[in-house]
Every structure is written in structure tokens, then in C-alpha cells.
């Protein structure tokens, strides 16, 4: 197994919104970050949604030039595929063992081109980027937008055919190629692990996954999302267009069963926008959604829900006890109407989307030696003086590593993040180690109008 060395000032552990923008804040900053993420591309989750709430700004039109510039800023070494396997700090700074493990194809050669792919005879279900509804080849680029925009190669699927070797016009396909081991040498460590969703079979009153007519909110994301997998919403047992979708709230958050009695916060806001996409996309459809309580918290929030109810969105107050199919595999919604003398009914829809809830995407505690809150999301101690400083000197947290959060929050905590990882280096800081961040500011030109 090979190994090399990068002395760098920050090491930032996920490529998601929050990890990409803390990155890019301390790079402007002139410090050098090297940022590890575990897939074959930044992004996170953020790139796989089709719009963001409250604005329904395309999501990929946000994230997309902040992953291509993560990639060519010259502070900033990108790891893709890769994985921080331990962390330890002596005299001061932080050393960090990261796994990169093997694309089977040359990055520094590849161009992108996928000929190798067009020439792959090999069909791969696509699990990772589209739940398994559609295919890819067996060496592949992850998607259009994937930044680096690299092939890699499904070794365990692969055919040893060799066609793609000889579509190659680069000759970057390397199938002796080893897992490598990166020696990360930094003053800081920041947090960006993101989060996971609580799964679809968790439930077994809600069908446990067999209801093959009940998806999860992600899912519905790739259907609605223009580079989704049909390019139009279907159902998936028949492939016909849903006439009636049902959306089932806290279906994996405020649950002890399910070991998550917390709310996830932006459940109730990501069904309402998917709810008005889904007005515009099937306007003859009946969009209901059967919730407990309704938590519109951020800025315009409320108003979006007043919109969508304006927009003839059923929104139903009650506690939905089980879902099971008919003999044409249509849901069938048990719930307790809580408005209607707690009455019970059982209503028919074509389909099904239950609103998952977050759970943390790694086990800081184990990995990285951070305590957890109760919930197991990195626990901030003085979270209104420093809301990413962790209890071990020299580690930070933001995004949804800290707790469930909407895109916005997730930005704003990752500037806050790089700004204590910046205060905390130049505290630390040992001459020609840290580089000295020199800022001239013009007064006149910062001065306000007021005091002009």
C-alpha cells in the first residue's frame, strides 16, 4: 500500500455544501485545506435535489460552482473516494491517516471523454445516485455534474473484456492500480460529515419497504429532479403517473420505536416544496399531506406554507397508524383524523412518500474522539458563543454533522466554522508554519453612508 505525506493548515472531512463552503472560506483566507470526501464526487446530498426551499432556486445551480471551484483553487487539495481512517494529535497539530482507495483509473490522465463507458458492455444498477431505477456501466463517470468529472471502475462487476482499455485515448485505465494511504499533517480539523436518512424498511407499519408503491423523500427528489431517472414522476410498480400521492410526515423522526425522538426539522418544508413541484408537474393530481404538527421555522417559511395550501394542497392533521396495498399494489392509508372528532379512515392513494427524518452520517465519537449529544450529532458545548467549536481543542463541526438543519443554516455554520478554524491557527500560529494573513481595507470605501 503506498503512502505520502501533505502538510496542510486545515484538514475539512466531507464535501457537502458545508464542508465545500468552509473550504472555500478558509482557502480565500490563503490557507492550505486538503478536503476529504468518501464518494466519487463532492456535493453531498445537495446536488441530488432538484430545488431548495423557500425560493425553489434550482439546486443544482448553487451547488455546482461551488464544486468546481473547490476543485481548481489552488489552496484547496481535493480527495475524492477517500476516507479519514484515524486521527491523532501531538504537539499541537493533527495527523490524519486517509484512505484513497482505487479508481482503477488514472485521475491525472482522464479527461472525461467516457468512451470507456460507451464501450463498457456491462450494465450496473444504479444504487448510489438513483435508488437502484436505473443502470450505469460498469466503469463510469458518477454523474453529468460530478466534479472531478472522472471515470472510475466497479472492479467487483467488472468483465476483465478490455474494451474500455482500448476505447481509452489516454490509456489512464489501470487495473493493477492499489488502495493508496495519505499522511495528512494539519493544525485544524473541520467537521462536515453531513447526515443519513432513517430508512425505508425501519417502519413495519409502514409496509417496511414492501409496498413497493411507498418511497422515501430522496427518492422523490430524483423523480422531480430534471437530471432524475425517468425525467418525469412514476410509480414504481407499474411506471404509470400517479394520480393521487400522499405525503406521510415524521414517518422516522419524533418516533422512539425508530430511536429518533427528535425532529429532523426541514421534513414538514422538503414535502411541502416537493408537494408544489409536484402541483406544476401533475396539475390534474391530488397531493395530500398527513402531518402531526407543521414547523415552518425559517425566514418566509410560514408564508411558503400558506402558498402551498393556497395552491390546493391537502394538509391533513393526523397520525397515520398503517399503510398497507391493495390487490393493485395502490397504498392504503389507515390514520386518525385529529380535526374530524379523531375519527379513522382508510383512504386510497397511487403513491406514497414518507418524510425520513436525519440521523448522523458518522461516528464522530469513535473516529475523530468528539462527544456526541444524546441524538449522536457532535455536541457543541457553547453553542451561542462558538456554534462549530467542539469540546477537543482544534476540531470544529458544521452542517448537519452538528445536528438536522435546512441548506441555509448548514452555509451560515460553515463560514462560522472557518472563521473559528482561522482564529484558532492564528492563535496557534509558529513562524514560517502558518502563513500571516496580510488584509488592507480602503476606510473610505467601507465607510457607511450614513457617516459619509
Request: overall charge negative.
Amino acid at each position: 500500500m503506498q503512502a505520502n505525506t501533505l502538510e496542510m493548515d486545515v484538514l475539512v472531512v466531507g464535501g457537502g455544501i458545508a464542508g465545500m463552503q468552509s473550504s472555500l472560506d478558509l482557502a480565500d483566507q490563503g490557507y492550505k485545506v486538503a478536503l476529504v470526501e468518501k464518494s466519487p464526487s463532492v456535493g453531498g446530498k445537495m446536488i441530488g435535489l432538484s430545488k431548495v426551499f423557500p425560493t425553489l432556486d434550482c439546486a443544482s445551480c448553487i451547488t455546482t460552482p461551488k464544486m468546481s471551484s473547490v476543485a481548481h483553487h489552488d489552496n484547496i487539495h481535493l480527495m475524492t473516494d477517500s476516507e479519514v481512517q484515524s486521527l491523532t494529535r501531538q504537539d499541537g497539530s493533527f495527523t490524519a491517516q486517509v484512505l484513497r482507495k482505487p479508481r482503477y483509473v488514472v485521475e491525472e490522465d482522464c479527461t472525461g471523454c467516457r468512451l470507456c463507458e460507451a464501450a463498457c458492455p456491462l450494465d450496473v444498477p444504479d444504487k448510489d445516485n438513483e435508488f437502484g431505477r436505473t443502470a450505469h456501466h460498469a466503469i463510469y463517470v458518477p454523474f453529468a455534474t460530478a466534479v472531478p468529472q472522472k471515470a472510475l471502475l466497479d472492479i467487483d462487476q467488472c468483465l476483465f473484456c478490455g474494451k474500455c482499455m482500448l476505447a481509452c485515448p489516454t490509456g489512464c485505465i489501470d487495473f493493477d492500480q492499489q488502495p493508496a494511504t495519505v499522511e495528512v499533517h494539519a493544525g485544524a480539523v473541520i467537521l462536515a460529515t453531513g447526515y443519513e436518512t432513517t430508512l425505508l424498511e425501519g417502519k413495519k407499519e409502514y409496509g417496511a419497504g414492501k409496498v413497493r408503491n411507498v418511497i422515501d423523500g430522496r427518492m422523490m427528489e430524483r423523480l422531480l429532479a430534471p437530471t432524475g431517472p425517468y425525467g418525469r414522476v412514476l410509480r414504481p410498480s407499474d411506471g404509470k403517473q400517479p394520480s393521487s400521492i400522499a405525503y406521510v410526515q415524521c414517518a422516522g423522526s419524533r418516533d422512539i420505536t425508530q430511536g429518533v425522538p427528535y425532529c429532523s426539522r426541514v421534513c414538514c418544508m422538503y414535502a411541502i416544496k416537493q408537494a408544489m413541484l409536484l402541483s406544476g408537474t401533475l396539475p390534474m393530481a391530488d397531493i395530500t399531506i398527513y402531518y402531526m404538527d407543521i414547523r415552518t421555522f425559517g425566514k418566509n417559511y410560514e408564508q411558503f406554507y400558506q402558498n402551498a395550501k393556497a395552491m390546493g394542497i391537502e394538509f391533513v392533521k393526523g397520525k397515520v397508524a398503517r399503510i398497507g396495498q391493495d390487490a393493485d399494489q395502490n397504498p392504503l392509508v389507515r390514520v386518525e383524523l385529529i380535526d374530524d372528532g379523531s375519527r379513522v379512515v382508510e383512504r386510497q392513494h397511487d403513491l406514497v412518500v414518507l418524510s425520513t427524518g436525519m440521523i448522523p452520517g458518522a461516528n464522530t465519537l469513535h473516529l475523530f474522539d468528539v462527544p456526541t449529544a444524546d441524538d449522536g450529532f457532535v455536541a457543541i458545548p457553547s453553542c451561542n458563543v462558538a456554534p462549530a467549536m467542539t469540546a477537543r481543542e482544534g476540531i470544529f463541526a458544521t452542517g448537519t454533522a452538528t445536528g438536522p438543519m435546512d441548506i441555509v443554516d448548514s452555509i451560515m455554520t460553515a463560514g462560522a466554522a472557518a472563521a473559528e478554524a482561522a482564529a484558532y491557527l492564528q492563535g496557534h500560529s509558529k513562524p514560517g508554519v502558518l502563513p500571516t494573513i496580510h488584509m488592507h481595507f480602503d476606510m473610505k470605501a467601507e465607510r457607511s453612508p450614513m457617516h459619509a
